[in-house]
């Protein structure tokens, strides 16, 4: 018996120095410093992470530390979000402006962002979460297993970030105060690009695409990231289908399909098959999906392309290059169908079963209105979430007045129901009631307890126009139980509740005109933003906070900040 415990401790031993030996810090210093560059015919001035675009992609195992030195000499404040990533007791790393922290200030100034990453496996991405400069700040969180564990399908020949962004022709931070002083959308952007390039479509842009060599009968990995401001897009490549195997760094059952629709935020891992002829090559391609007709954007399309070599030469060979087919600009039904298809892996790595018991329920109506403005000529542009259109502080961080307890930063008073019950999305109701389009101004927070299980019906509304917003929750994936069009019934749509195998996401796209249904566990303390990830509708208030309270023991509670955090 002696000998069956001392085989029992060493086997455990083994496994916990196993365990510390796999994990590994991993440090790298971001550089954030502005680049001239060339671009549709132009030489534009834009701010940049270690003098690239897209910037250096972020590679670590589960179970890893980052610390990301940030270094900001670039002459806007910055700061840097970690998109998808828990933050278990390290929100004060999350990097919202004003949400967890003040921003970086610039000549020199610097923070170190210290997280673990724990129980995530997949494709996120890092951006700037500090006016437009997201536009070109951002880059790729690749999280692969933890050494001596595997992807719950076939181990691919290589792995491809493909990172949609949108580009301006101009300066993009001078572009949002201009939107916000006047309360009018900024201007659309002049391309979108894949890996930073927009493509052979656009002016000037023959040798500006990127380029994918592939080998006949090897598998790859498509890990997919649409970083775009604000554009949901379509993406296809010609004669392939591809197999979506995660979402949001969360596996899914595999689904095939031949074209991809991805949200702003999202993230989509997909398996391409490399099954065509040595020689040939073949466009990839996105353009939006754009939900309503009444609101404008660019519809152009940026394309990359896929080469098959192989044979004597190994180069590539110059011949046709075939174009899909792209849905139509306005295919709602195709986006929803890809959308609410999508179900996760029941039993694949990390996988989390839905709670069942629920503790608080809210719905919450998301959408456009105005802004009263006693000394405009017209109203103002606005966005709202219960009407409460979300102003960021000024002073002092949501966060650290949670944490020293300063009064005045936020109100704790987001509430649970819109304040009027009304037909939402009936596009005519404003011309009966007009005092339904406009907002309060306020700084909101929902406070929760921790470990409260939340049950959130977002709501789509038509005041202005009915669009899909994709909402991103920080510090958490939530389950999108079900999602559907018109006006959320709880006696008729809980019915189609998926408590089986629901997606499990951190940002998801409400069905244009419709609803979804999405459970979070409250379980980490701190201050967490949720916001539209279209951002020209987050400066005009398309957000709130919840607040989550601390847990009963040292380890379910809020750590002090760290000493280097940026002040105000």
Known sequence: MEGVR???AC??????VSSIASAAIVEHTFNVQNLTISRLCKRQVITVVNGSLPGPTVRVKEGDSLVIHVINNSPHNITIHWHGIFHRLTVWADGPSMITQ???????HRYAYRFNITGQEGTLWWHAHSSFLRATVYGAIIIRPKSGHSYPFPKPHKEVPIIFGEWWNTDVVALEEAAIATGVPPNNSDAYTINGLPGNLYPCSKDRMFNLDVVKGKLYLLRIINAAMNMQLFFKIANHK???????AVYTKPYLTDVIVIAPGQTVDALLHADQSIGSSYYMAAHPYASTPLVPFPNTTTRG?????????????TKRVLMPKLPSFFDTPTAHRFYSNLTSLVGGPHWVPVPHHVDEEMLVTIGLGLEACAKCPNSKFAASMNNHSFVLPKKLSILEAVFHGVDGIFTPDFPNQPPVKFDYTDPNITQTSPGLLFVHKSTSAKVLKFNTTVDLVLQNHALLAAENHPMHLHGFNFHVLAQGFGNYDPTRDRSKYNLVNPQFRNTLAVPVGGWAVVRFRADNPGAWIMHCHIDVHLPFGLGMVFVVENGPTKSTSLPPPPPDLPRC
């Open 6 to 8: 001392v085989s029992l």
């Open 242 to 248: 591809l197999t979506v195997v995660a979402a949001d």
């Open 102 to 108: 003040c921003p970086i200030q610039p000549a020199g």
């Open 305 to 317: 392309v896929i080469h098959y070599i192989g044979g004597a030469s190994k180069t590539r060979r």
């Open 11 to 16: 086997a455990l031993l083994l496994f916990v």
